[in-house]
């Protein structure tokens, strides 16, 4: 695979040329991995029109020489990185106006400009990298392809094992394990498992409930491969699925199948929302789909672009997005079936393909 690198450089500095910047700060640590592929957790870096220069201490001395390559130049800081910068940025020609990222900048740190950095005028910008972000190339394609195999893998291994009297944490250890054996570097977040009328929380942790026949068990989880995640729901019913669950599990599986299929570049994520919404809504249920259809995944697990009621920013060709429309209803429980979809010219390609027809569990 050709190092991108220097193509996303190249984006970056056009971007701060239209917004008359002579550098821009990078301060968060997915922005500074896609763009020099440093994957340590103490980082700045500085990007002017020419220099490329990252900032970081001596634990990482070893691995960022092997992950930089020529993408930047390194300075190992001994004391603290902002020390560091100011050194640095005074020895870049022309760089006045200087661009921070004003949704990753702690103010404390902001404060820093302000005083040992007042020398230079800085300016506020928000989502210069994440806009490059947004659309994936070949290389970060695979990556998430990966993660979602993973996630596939540790879920296949998991599902005969799910049984009556089980806590809900020993199900997420189960899930866990099988990622790490998968091949996950790490969890993308805190897996969710959610049973009986838990599942009805739509952000539940896993607690310290105990399954039971009957319930909804609801699992939401991810994978990362080279930095990459992915983010899978799927929910079973433990024994045999009563009447009104079947009918709850059918609305959202074809919420979910129209939503995927429809998925077009140039649409809004406005648009695509309200497809899965509009038929939940018709099946009488739309007040018990309080959240948004979907997000990018990446390099972080939520990102550009949203699929939600309020985006009016078209889709672009090339992005990885969730669908994962649900239905939940307190004291009940719930559903929520959430897919990986690559969006090209050619159409939605789902990359999830663990079965979505309701499983009951024996
Ligand atoms: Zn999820
Ligand atoms: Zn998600």
Redesign the pocket.
């Known amino acids: 695979m050709s190092d991108t690198r220097p193509a996303r450089l190249s984006a970056l500095r056009d971007a701060l040329a239209r917004a008359n910047l002579d550098a821009l700060l990078v301060s968060s640590l997915p922005n500074v991995r896609y763009l020099t592929g440093f994957s340590g957790s103490n980082a700045l870096l500085v990007v002017t029109a020419k220099e490329c220069v990252l900032l970081t201490d001596f634990r990482y001395a070893t691995q960022v020489q092997e992950e930089l390559g020529a993408s930047a130049s390194v300075r190992i800081e001994s004391t603290s990185l902002w020390t560091g910068l100011w050194a640095q940025l005074a020895a870049l020609n022309g760089v006045e106006r200087i661009g921070f990222e004003s949704m990753h900048l702690l103010h404390r740190d902001f404060a820093r400009l302000l005083a040992q950095g007042a020398r230079w005028s800085w300016r506020p910008t928000t989502d210069l990298v994440e806009t490059l972000r947004v659309v994936k190339d070949a290389g970060e394609l695979a990556h998430i392809e990966r993660a979602v195999a993973m996630a596939e893998t540790a879920l296949r291994h998991t599902v005969p094992m799910l049984r009556a009297g089980l806590t809900e944490t020993a199900v997420a250890g189960i899930l866990e394990r099988h990622l790490r054996d998968a091949g996950s570097e790490e969890f993308p977040f805190a897996t969710i498992v959610a049973s009986g009328p838990r599942s009805a929380l739509p952000h539940a942790r896993a607690s310290d409930r105990v399954l039971e026949t009957g319930d909804f068990v609801l699992l939401?989880f991810?994978a990362v491969a080279a930095g990459y995640c992915s983010?899978?729901?799927r929910t079973f019913v433990l024994g045999r699925a009563s009447g009104e669950q079947r009918e709850v599990y059918d609305i959202v599986q074809q919420a979910n199948s129209r939503a995927s299929g429809a998925l077009r570049v140039g649409m809004t994520g406005m648009a695509a929302d309200a497809i899965a919404r509009d038929y939940i809504d018709a099946r009488g249920f739309g007040e018990a789909f309080g959240h948004s259809l979907g997000h990018g995944i990446g390099l972080e697990v939520h990102e550009a672009p949203r699929l939600a009621r309020i985006v009016e920013s078209p889709l672009a060709a090339g992005t990885v997005v969730?669908i994962?429309p649900g239905i939940y209803r307190a004291g009940w429980g719930g559903v929520r079936i959430?897919d990986d979809v690559f969006l090209s010219d050619a159409g939605p390609r789902v990359l999830t393909g663990f079965p979505r027809a309701l499983h009951e569990l024996s």
């Open positions: 939401d991810g983010d899978i729901t969730t994962e959430e």
